[in-house]
């Protein structure tokens, strides 16, 4: 019987680059969100306002002007935990 070995290995590859890059953009938002969190320069109010600004640039970069509630989110994360490297 033949195998699809190499079929099988592309998807992989694939799908391991594809976890990559979505890795990648998640760390990269999450950094600006904490760079506005933690600049001194700027007032609670100034870290507030910097952080929805990184948000709003997420918005219109995707396209996604709602975002879905956080309520709904945190029910995902809790019913599908995720391991943290």
């Known amino acids: 019987m033949a195998t699809n ?7 992989e590859a694939v799908a391991s ?5 979505i890795d990648q953009a ?4 999450l950094a ?3 760079h506005a969190l933690s600049d001194r320069q700027l007032t609670t109010l100034g870290r507030l306002h910097a952080v929805q600004q ?3 640039k997420y918005k219109q970069l995707t396209g996604k002007m ?3 509630s956080a309520a709904n989110q945190s029910a995902l994360i809790i ?5 943290i490297s």
């Open 5 to 11: 070995a190499p079929a099988v290995d592309f998807i």
């Open 17 to 21: 680059e594809m976890a990559f890059g």
């Open 26 to 29: 998640v760390e990269g938002w």
């Open 32 to 34: 600006q969100i904490d």
């Open 54 to 56: 990184v948000i709003q």
């Open 66 to 68: 709602q975002l879905k």
């Open 79 to 83: 019913e599908r935990p995720c391991e």
